[in-house]
């Protein structure tokens, strides 16, 4: 059974870091693509940082770029999102999903559709 759970959110003031960690179960990492994603309250869904299918390459959207890292620990079986600099506005629950490497038609990391796991999620908090 395909499990993934989040942990290392928490609340911290803007300029602040935090380690965001998704331990996979059930599966091992390197048959799987594996993508961050967050939802604030009242937003859509989106994409936050994903591993591509095709190369391991790494995709990022703009509002995160130079301040978050995607990595991955393939003995732990484990994703990282490192968060630097953060703002008031990457307040939101972050989950981490997966979606395996042989389906055919993909995912879409900007929305998360096709991703067929997903972890509970994690609330950050970026406040005074």
């Known amino acids: 059974q395909v499990q993934l759970v989040e942990s290392g959110g928490g609340l911290v003031q803007p300029g602040g870091s935090l380690r965001l960690s998704c331990v996979a179960s059930?599966?091992?990492?390197?048959?799987?693509?594996i993508g961050w994603f967050r939802q604030a309250p009242g937003k859509e869904r989106e994409g936050v940082s994903c591993?591509?299918?095709?190369?391991?390459?790494?995709y990022y959207v703009d509002s995160v770029k130079g301040r978050f890292t995607i990595s991955k620990d393939n003995a732990k079986n484990t994703v990282y999102l490192q968060m630097n600099s953060l703002k008031p506005e990457d307040t939101a629950v972050y989950y981490c999903?997966?979606?395996?490497?042989?389906?055919?038609?993909?995912?879409?990391?900007?929305?998360?559709?096709?991703?067929?796991?997903w972890g509970p999620g994690t609330q950050v908090t970026v406040s005074l």
């Open positions: 059930g599966f091992t990492l390197d048959y799987y693509v």
């Open positions: 591993f591509s299918r095709s190369d391991g390459s790494t």
């Open positions: 999903a997966a979606y395996s490497r042989r389906k055919v038609s993909g995912a879409n990391c900007q929305n998360g559709r096709g991703y067929d796991s």
